[in-house]
């Protein structure tokens, strides 16, 4: 069965760095696209970032561009999140999730990690 | 980008009634739209994709109708397992997708 397992999240100081992971298992990594969506405490979704399925396009949310890197390693099975110059309102559980289209984007998400809790504060 | 605008913000319902969330585009998603259900602790789970079809292993009393800038959730009878927070979110324009604030689903 499909699993996406977060790790990463933790404590960090504003303007600190932080490098969220995702190990997922249950299905052909390589073949799709993967998204990062993050939730404020007590607040909604908020779409984060994209990397297609051969690290080939990634997209990024207006609030973390420039300070987040999205990247992936297909022979590990794993996505990445690389957070810089972080910010108290980056403060959020991190979900990573399945783009539900094999090959092709289709920028909705079947499958979502249990997600990794980041909190910026001083 | 997008807004999407859900409403209402709360619905109580009772178990075995039914339940009819709405969500609104700020410019047409074509059928570009879909549903998330999320439980406390829990990541969403996708419920509804292309406005109108389940998603894998959705129950039938889920159905999901509208396209361009008016959309509706509708859960036939609600079971005690329904009660839960609901997104939609667009796709049609990307990036970014936008998700709705949410309706929250409680127990009347």
């Known amino acids: 069965q499909v699993q996406l397992v977060e790790s990463g999240g933790g404590v960090v100081q504003p303007g600190g760095s932080l490098r969220l992971s995702c190990a997922a298992s249950g299905f052909t990594f390589s073949s799709y696209g993967m998204h990062w969506v993050r939730q404020a405490p007590g607040k909604g979704l908020e779409w984060v970032a994209f990397i297609r399925y051969d690290g080939s396009n990634k997209y990024y949310a207006d609030s973390v561009k420039g300070r987040f890197t999205i990247s992936r390693d297909n022979s590990k099975n794993t996505l990445y999140l690389q957070m810089n110059s972080l910010r108290a309102e980056d403060t959020a559980v991190y979900y990573c999730a399945k783009d539900l289209g094999q090959w092709l984007v289709l920028w909705y998400f079947d499958y979502w990690g249990q997600g990794t809790l980041v909190t910026v504060s001083s | 980008e997008i807004v999407m605008t859900q409403s209402p913000a709360t619905l109580s319902v009772s178990p075995g009634e039914r339940a009819t969330l709405s969500c609104r585009a700020s410019q047409s998603v074509s059928s570009n739209l879909a549903w998330y259900q999320q439980k406390p602790g829990q990541a969403p789970r996708l419920l509804i994709y292309g406005a109108s079809t389940r998603a894998t292993g959705i129950p039938a009393r889920f159905s999901g109708s509208g396209s361009g800038t008016e959309f509706t959730l509708t859960i036939s009878s609600l079971q005690s397992e329904d009660f839960a927070v609901y997104y939609c979110?667009?796709?049609?324009?990307?990036?970014?997708?936008?998700f709705g604030q949410g309706t929250k689903v409680e127990i009347k």
């Open positions: 979110q667009q796709y049609n324009n990307w990036p970014p997708c936008t």
